[in-house]
DNA sequence: GAGTGGTCTAGACCACTCA
DNA sequence: GAGTGGTCTAGACCACTCA
């Protein structure tokens, strides 16, 4: 294993992130193969020049993200499955423009109403107060691909109908200084009734998956409720998880 | 913040690993409250008679669990918004355990079968090799709640009927000394067929919630491929979501 | 017994936040 | 300018794995 590792000290990247980098690269254009050993922390520190720690921090980043494998005794080897993507908290607008499909958006509702007890629930405001609605239709290659009913607490975010079909929810919370840090979800599926399917150019009683969010900033804000509804033979849920040792 | 902290030199477990603990025992118990700030670094690890690196350690675990935020120049927070169980590999069966549902399972095959396309490819094994196929149904409160079906590769692991009717396939594979790794997963939804719809007590055409799943161990092995089917009315997939910095 | 990662120390300098 | 977490060093001793 003769891989070319070299850090800039004088760049203001980090060490440790220069070097996950490389060997994340390293390892995603096949030059360090499934099951082949890493060289032990020490040698590894010693031919970069930077101290243990330093090496270890890189080196725990891919193992978090399950692209490497640490045994005691033994070293660290590259995974041999292949990890794509980690589960993370990604909205379908990206999802979509990752797969290549370019989503477009129809902004169906965008309004303040008078929160029903569900949703002042979840976003922890009185029942009745006001909160955004915004249910948007969003296509894929022409076609109606998923419902999605949102509703945001007053004052986070201000929502126009030309952006909303420009991009995703999440990339204008962004935008606007939102920092997401955990979202609560449940995903099910039921029978679509006549004014889903007829949205969805279903069939009335067609299975739909469903899916349901909560989610939170890192001030511990509701940020977001959503309920979604996806025609299932048009979309799924795919994602790796990693086992938590 | 008052908080009681101390750490016992003479104990195997490794001092960052009592630290983080006793921090997720006050944040669970609510001594730490939503918001409140934990102390600088440096003055913890003063207070417990630790080094600065291992006090980071602890506090680094917790906010990989979502627990704690840290935010350079202002200090570490507990965070506000309630984060339950984020999401791991998880069995059906550790989930309705843990629902205090007291699963139940009728294992309907229990054989070994020529590998289909899909199969092998899964298991990464020739098409038409011998792998095992299970075929379980899942119990709650007497109720069928998901039909199961499980390819594993020969030779990985002895599967006893009776073992597969006392608890799940994942305690069993962890038993045998292997260690998952991580999980490839899909969820979808579609009708019921008129086999599926009798086996779950559902009417032919309902929608059902379907799961795939490919499972890894750490050596990179291919350790089980699954297609499950669940009623919606019984269960939904419910986690929690960390986004990843 | 040689080699590995796991844990731990006691510092240092820095960038960032906020009053 | 005071206080915070982020990064980094140069070590140390240990438990575990494997031949």
Known sequence: MQLELRVDRSSPVPLYFQLSQQLEAAIEHGTLTPGSLLGNEIELA????LSRPTVRQAIQSLVDKGLLVRRRGVGTQVVHSQVKRPLELSSLYDDLEAAGQRPATQVLVNTLVPASAEVAAALGLPEGSD???VER???AHGEPMAYLCNHLPPGLLDLHTDQLEATGLYRLMRAAGITL???????????????????LTES???PLLTMQRTTFDDTGRTVEFGDHLYRPSRYAFEFQLLVRP
């Open 181 to 199: 840090h955990s979202a609560r979800q449940s995903i099910g599926a039921r029978a679509a009734t006549a004014a889903e399917a007829e949205r």
């Open 131 to 133: 909160v955004h609605r």
């Open 204 to 206: 009335e009683g067609a």
């Open 46 to 49: 010693a031919r970069l020049g």
């Open 137 to 139: 239709l969003r296509l």
